[in-house]
């Protein structure tokens, strides 16, 4: 069982810790110190146990789209640039201007274990490696990870129907052709899954006419479970004659 009583305050007040080697005839062999920082048991890194790679998040993924797609409009010299943001915003539509993107997850589940994608799928983690680091000299750190997979859409708007879907057309193929690119960010797979109808809201006397694109996108999430190497120390004082 374990106890969440303890008391907080004492590891927060405990800044040094000083071990002090001291020989047998009581002189001090050597002096060894040590900071301590504050310690959340909640919140571990992995970025820095990951393999020479990068790990994708919902953020990074959006982030990737976003740059991607402004590189394509600065490339076709475009001076108002479309803007990709979450779905729903609180903005008022014509700070936008004409046209605007959203997204948002449709679905998040844990990937399927066969190759088709079609199988049971796979909620537990699986082991990926395990690490001697530097950050952690007393720990084996055992990296795991499991696929999860997600349905991102993609909405176009436009206040008419030529702009929605025209700018439909553009971001499809850009996302397409440019696939690797997530690939290359850490994406395991990613891929246009299809297109919804073509349908349109109103909102006062404005017609908004909107094109909804949902991709399928897979990442791995990682986790670290770290094993103690050394336990307990056993120190041994004898007397000599």
């Not at 982030?63 to 008022?92: C, G, H, Q, W």
């Not at 991102?152 to 439909?168: D, M, P, S, V, Y």
């Not at 994406?187 to 006062?204: L, N, P």
Request: glycine content about 4%; some cysteine.
């Amino acid at each position: 069982m374990i106890d969440f009583n303890y008391d907080k305050k004492i590891l927060d007040d405990i800044k040094d810790i000083t071990v002090e080697l001291v020989g047998n005839d009581g002189e001090l062999i050597k002096e060894l110190s040590a900071s301590v920082n504050t310690f959340n048991p909640y919140e571990f890194d992995i970025t820095k146990y990951l393999p020479n790679s990068y790990a994708m998040t919902i953020d990074s993924f959006i982030d990737t789209a976003r740059n991607l797609l402004k590189d394509v409009e600065e490339r076709e010299s475009k001076t108002n640039f479309i803007t990709l943001t979450e779905e729903y915003p609180p903005e008022p539509f014509d700070q936008y201007g004409d046209e605007v993107i959203t997204w948002k997850v449709i679905s998040r589940e844990p990937g399927k274990m066969d190759a088709k994608g079609t199988g049971r799928p796979q909620r537990k983690s699986n082991y990926a490696y395990s690490v001697h680091s530097p950050y952690e000299p007393n720990k084996i750190i055992t990296v795991e990870s499991r696929p999860v997979d997600h349905i991102i859409e993609f909405c176009c708007w436009g206040k008419t129907n030529k702009l929605a879907n025209e700018r439909a057309y553009w971001l499809e193929k850009i996302l397409v052709n440019n696939s690797f690119v997530f690939e290359l960010n850490g994406a395991e797979r990613f891929f246009w899954k299809d297109r919804k109808t073509d349908t349109y809201m109103t909102v006062g006397n404005q017609r908004l006419f909107y094109r909804q694109l949902h991709f399928f996108l897979r990442f791995r999430e990682f986790e670290a479970k770290a094993e103690t190497i050394l336990r307990q120390i056993l120190v041994q004082n004898t007397i000599t004659k």
